[in-house]
């Protein structure tokens, strides 16, 4: 007997965008569940939190809504010796305090900035990523902004990490914690010069090292890569309409002229350390990892497909257009840089699928891992439909799951490895899934050794999970107050 979805599938009406109804409609609760129905078994070796982002507007948009508008929200699994309790909260950002107090929404989105106030143009709701990082979780904002720190455990707003102060203090999306020596390296990016700013955390959220770096203008980077001992900094051809920025508004520019460039720069490097590397023209959102390999600089990515004319060559605006509206078309590929060469080069590993939203074993970030787990990615709007294991040294897809492409809405999984893990796929792949057409809302457990015999675990629960971005999982060891 499918369950009944609890809230309503346009809360707000349709007015807003296709980005509010549906699966994508914001829940209104915050949830504490235990005992849900579970088909299959919770493995007793897997301990820790699964934590996902993702916007949840608390209240009606002004006008149209862009998903990097809604309060972020964190939806959680905590797995405990075979057991397992799903948790939902509000990110407890300054903007959703103030929207709090109004009892309204206070700003306007991204994409109508014109109309938005001058003290605070946009809102930063803090709904795009989530990493853990000395014993908490950190929340960050897709355009860079305040990082929030949650506790992994009952998902309350703990505090705000003012890592850097002064000029370039935010934080982008997709920073990376090493998680061989506990340091967080991030960068902000903004629209005047230099542009960017790379910083390095210790394992106790000390700043160690922070170092402008300038790009050759605005740029609208959304991911980084580090191995053991370089960072990977993106200059992409993406960046602000110029007359648009100058008015206030929030447009991007695909610019098939410029290289993708790639900056490679030692840890503790300053900006003027950076070796750049160019690549053929594309954006990228979200890199798998990255590695040494002698003299090579490693990186794996999913690299955004340009949308071409007819006559093959690049149509910039329809390729600007996609990108800012999240539409997909994704493949694996493989960057290398040779350091004492100066070479570059890339190759597509697996030219048929449009896979994003990658996880692998981060406890390996930085450094060499072969299995990567993606989703099928729907190139026409943001949902996954699928999950892939890869293999990133030969681009071979080992491995698959749906239950239903044509109804499935994925999470953004992640690896866990097991309590006592003997190979670097040995764990389990978490993500939430919604059925949108039996209206079940599910959290799957897969064997990461083989996803392809489908979940060992299948718990059920009594609410739906909206659409989201990034998740991450946590071991029982990383978390603060596990006990
Ligand atoms: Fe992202």
Redesign the pocket.
């Known amino acids: 007997m499918p369950l009944l979805l609890k809230d309503p599938a346009a809360p707000f009406g349709d007015v807003h965008g296709p980005m509010l109804t549906g699966p994508f409609a914001p829940v209104f609760d915050e949830a504490v569940m235990t005992d849900l129905q579970v088909e299959g078994k919770i493995p007793a070796d897997l301990n820790g939190v699964y934590l996902r982002n993702g916007p949840n507007p608390r209240y009606e948009p002004k006008g149209d809504y862009h998903a990097f508008d809604g309060d972020g929200m964190i939806h959680a699994a905590e797995f405990r010796n075979g057991k397992v309790t799903y948790r939902n909260k509000w990110i407890r950002t300054a903007d959703w305090i103030e929207d709090d107090i109004r009892g309204e929404e206070t700003h306007w989105g991204i994409m109508q900035t014109l109309k938005g106030r001058t003290d605070k143009v946009l809102a930063d709701t803090a709904n795009?990523?989530i990493i853990g990082h000395a014993g908490k979780a950190v929340a960050s904002w897709?355009l860079s902004g305040v990082p929030y720190l949650i506790d992994p455990i009952t998902l309350e707003t703990v505090a705000t990490a003012n890592y850097v102060s002064g000029p370039g203090n935010g934080m982008s999306?997709?920073s990376k914690v090493d998680e061989v020596t506990g340091e967080l390296i991030f960068f902000d990016y903004y629209d005047t010069a230099p542009h960017m700013t790379y910083s390095v955390v210790d394992k106790d959220g000390k700043l160690l090292h922070t170092t402008p770096v300038e790009l050759p203008g605005d740029r609208l980077p959304?991911?980084m890569g580090i191995t053991e001992h370089y960072s990977i900094l993106h200059d992409l051809p993406v960046y602000h309409d110029a007359e648009a920025l100058r008015a206030g508004r929030h447009k991007i520019r695909f610019d098939a002229s410029l290289p993708a460039r790639l900056g490679v720069i030692p840890r503790y490097g300053k900006g003027n350390e950076v070796r750049w590397f160019e690549f053929s023209s594309c954006f990228i959102?979200?890199v798998v990892n990255c590695w040494e390999e002698g003299d090579e600089v490693v990186m794996i990515a999913c690299r955004y497909m340009p949308s071409l004319k007819e006559n093959g060559e690049i149509d910039e605006a329809k390729t600007a257009k996609r990108i800012a509206q999240l539409q997909m078309d994704a493949r694996l590929w493989s960057y290398r840089m040779n350091m004492k060469t100066g070479e570059a080069t890339e190759e597509c590993l697996d030219p048929d699928r449009n896979v994003e939203?990658p996880t692998y074993d981060s406890a390996r970030t930085g450094r060499y891992t072969k299995w990567g787990y993606l989703v099928d990615h729907d190139p026409m709007v943001l949902r996954w439909t699928g999950l892939r294991k890869y293999n990133t040294d030969t681009g071979e897809c080992v491995g698959a799951w749906s239950d239903g492409q044509d109804d499935c809405w994925y999470s953004e999984p992640w690896f866990a490895p097991a309590d006592n893990q003997q190979s670097e796929d040995h764990g389990y792949v978490i993500t939430f899934v919604w059925n949108n057409k039996t209206h079940v809302q599910q959290l799957q457990v897969f064997d990461a050794l083989d996803i392809s015999k489908g979940p060992v675990a299948r718990i059920t629960l009594p609410r739906r999970v909206p659409s989201g971005?990034?998740a991450c999982w946590m071991k029982a060891s990383q978390i603060e107050n596990w006990d």
Request: no cysteine.
């Open positions: 795009t990523d897709y999306a997709h959304h991911d959102y979200h939203f971005f990034h």
